[in-house]
């Protein structure tokens, strides 16, 4: 049984992709498929790497039961290119340093993960790091739009 690899990329891994990652995986669970479909994030900077997840994002996520607090922040490596099925990014910016660095062959696993969102919002998470209360909500979401969107499309694609 093949398993879909799924890669949630933010600048330093402790807002925005551990947000999606725990997000995605809590709806992954739900649907019943946490043995096909394998979760990360990652950042491209390495900024915090070894570090929980910043916390008044584990805060908020967890008011809309999705549990952060397991995860540990990590760069994305170049195997991460090749692993994984999805490696999507949270803005425009780290989709930019994602492709400079992704192999050509790998090219096309590369999306802005609110390509899935279904609400038509935004193409970017914005960065809720240096804002107030309500730029970790705004970022929940849009995360939890794009992730529903992506289970279907998953669903779908791979016929699961």
């Known amino acids: 049984m093949n ?3 799924v890669l949630f990329v933010c600048m330093g891994n402790i807002c925005r992709s551990p947000t999606a990652e725990a997000v995605f ?3 992954v669970a739900a649907a019943g498929l946490s043995q096909r479909i394998v979760v990360d994030s990652a950042g491209t900077h390495a900024y915090h790497i070894g570090n929980p997840p910043d916390a008044r994002s584990q805060r908020h996520a967890e008011r809309r039961g999705f549990d952060l607090s397991a995860l540990r922040a990590r760069q994305v490596v170049s195997d991460d290119y090749v692993r994984f099925d999805y490696v999507l990014a949270m803005d425009a910016d780290n989709f930019a340093l994602l492709a400079r660095d992704c192999p050509p062959a790998h090219a096309a696993k590369l999306a802005l993960f609110m390509r899935y969102g279904e609400r038509g919002e935004a193409i970017s998470v ?3 790091y240096y804002g107030g209360t309500q730029g970790f909500e705004r970022v ?3 995360v939890e739009d794009a ?6 499309h998953i669903r779908e694609r791979h016929a699961l």
Not at 147 to 152: D, F, I, K, W, Y
């Open 3 to 5: 398993k879909i690899e």
């Open 25 to 27: 995986r809590y709806y």
């Open 140 to 142: 929940l979401d849009m």
């Open 147 to 152: 992730a529903q969107g992506l289970l279907r």
């Open 126 to 128: 914005p960065d809720p």
